[in-house]
């Protein structure tokens, strides 16, 4: 049996694929979590073989959830499920540490298979989606760089914080939601506004907005 993990707050949608899962009888889900206390929380007790983060998680973002799961359970296994299939959105999941990046356009058959190569320790890309990375690898095999993100010149952790402060969140919710201190998040903010080159929030809002990052 694979034990299995869901994070998402939509409460019909997760309900939903829960029953999808609970098809196959080599699943076994774990539990399940709509916010993200609650959900580093229920990992660390239960110690799931696959956990699977919507990147459409309000608040914090799914690809913030995975970079904090990774960075306590280094050897986690996150499987991305995704709305959306742009480069940047692959990319930054990848290098948040997620060893699977599906969407949920697919047939289920298929995030079933994408759920399996993970469980086993594989990488898997969903097909309409690989070709992206496979493009990358070639340019970087010619000596081409690759396209830049907007948001690249950041840390990890400024990368939280970022994505949380386009959002409008507070720096004390911002600390609830990473575990630090609102003084650490505002260490953080300075570099964050320095680096992207905007002068305010209200700046780096119609940055998120200019780049087409998700403001939800």
Same mark, same amino acid.
């Given at each position: 049996?694979?034990?299995?993990?869901?994070?998402?707050?939509?409460?019909?949608?997760?309900?939903?694929?829960? @029953?999808? *899962?609970? /098809?196959?009888? &080599?699943? $076994?889900?774990?539990?399940? =979590?709509? +916010?993200?206390?609650?959900?580093?929380? #229920?990992?660390?007790?239960?110690?799931?073989?696959?956990?699977?983060?919507?990147?459409?998680?309000?608040?914090?973002?799914?690809?913030?959830?995975?970079?904090?799961?990774?960075?306590?359970?280094?050897?986690?296994?996150? @499987?991305? *499920?995704? /709305?959306?299939? &742009?480069? $940047?959105?692959?990319?930054? =999941?990848? +290098?948040?540490?997620?060893?699977?990046? #599906?969407?949920?356009?697919?047939?289920?058959?298929?995030?079933?298979?994408?759920?399996?190569?993970?469980?086993?320790?594989?990488?898997?890309?969903?097909?309409?989606?690989?070709?992206?990375?496979?493009?990358?690898?070639?340019?970087?095999?010619?000596?081409?760089?690759?396209?830049?993100?907007?948001?690249? =010149?950041?840390?990890?952790?400024?990368?939280?914080?970022?994505?949380?402060?386009?959002?409008?969140?507070?720096?004390?919710?911002?600390?609830?939601?990473?575990?630090?201190?609102?003084?650490?998040?505002?260490?953080?903010?300075?570099?964050?506004?320095?680096?992207?080159?905007?002068?305010?929030?209200?700046?780096?809002?119609?940055?998120?907005?200019?780049?087409?990052?998700?403001?939800?």
């Amino acid at each position: 049996m694979t034990t299995l993990f869901l994070v998402d707050d939509r409460e019909l949608f997760r309900e939903g694929f829960r @029953l999808l *899962l609970c /098809s196959q009888a &080599d699943f $076994d889900i774990a539990g399940e =979590a709509n +916010a993200v206390p609650q959900a580093y929380d #229920a990992v660390e007790a239960q110690r799931p073989e696959v956990t699977i983060v919507s990147s459409d998680l309000g608040g914090l973002g799914g690809t913030a959830v995975t970079r904090e799961l990774v960075r306590r359970w280094p050897d986690a296994k996150v @499987l991305m *499920l995704s /709305s959306r299939r &742009d480069d $940047d959105g692959v990319h930054q =999941a990848l +290098a948040g540490g997620a060893r699977g990046f #599906a969407l949920k356009q697919q047939p289920s058959a298929q995030v079933f298979d994408a759920v399996r190569a993970v469980a086993l320790g594989h990488v898997y890309l969903a097909p309409a989606i690989s070709h992206l990375v496979l493009q990358d690898h070639l340019r970087l095999r010619r000596g081409e760089t690759t396209q830049a993100g907007p948001c690249d =010149a950041l840390s990890r952790r400024e990368r939280d914080v970022f994505e949380l402060l386009v959002r409008g969140h507070s720096n004390r919710r911002i600390g609830r939601m990473l575990g630090i201190s609102p003084k650490t998040v505002e260490t953080h903010r300075a570099p964050v506004l320095r680096q992207l080159g905007v002068p305010s929030l209200v700046d780096l809002i119609r940055f998120a907005a200019r780049h087409q990052l998700p403001l939800d």
